[in-house]
């Protein structure tokens, strides 16, 4: 099973990007998807998800600037980033069941 993770970049204050990871080997349908973030230093913060049925959770600090999504076809889940501000920078994680993307570099800078 591979989690192929793309997307990140450097950006400015206020600028967008759009995370991508696509599983291979897996079907991840009927599996909750999601993206969590970590910093040096810090824990892995779990950023939002979506679930089998489209329902979704936004961690409190990036709701309404983040949306997630999912393409069942091709097995890929999405991340927008909107209003993207400095402690947004992270390395950006997928999640799918048991298995993890190789995590791809955000950085916002001020």
């Known amino acids: 099973v591979q989690m192929v993770t793309s997307g990140g970049a450097l950006v400015q204050t206020g600028g967008t990007l759009r995370l991508s990871c696509a599983a291979y080997g897996f079907t991840s349908s009927t599996s909750p998807m999601g993206w969590a973030r970590q910093v040096p230093g810090k824990g892995l913060e779990w950023v939002s998800a979506i679930y089998p049925d489209g329902s979704t959770y936004y961690s409190h600090s990036v709701k309404g600037r983040f949306t997630i999504s999912r393409d069942n076809a091709k097995n890929t889940v999405y991340l927008q980033m909107n209003s993207l501000k400095p402690e947004d920078t992270a390395v950006y994680y997928c999640?799918?069941?048991?298995?993890w993307g190789q995590g791809t570099q955000v950085t916002v800078s001020s």
């Open positions: 999640n799918a069941w048991k298995y």
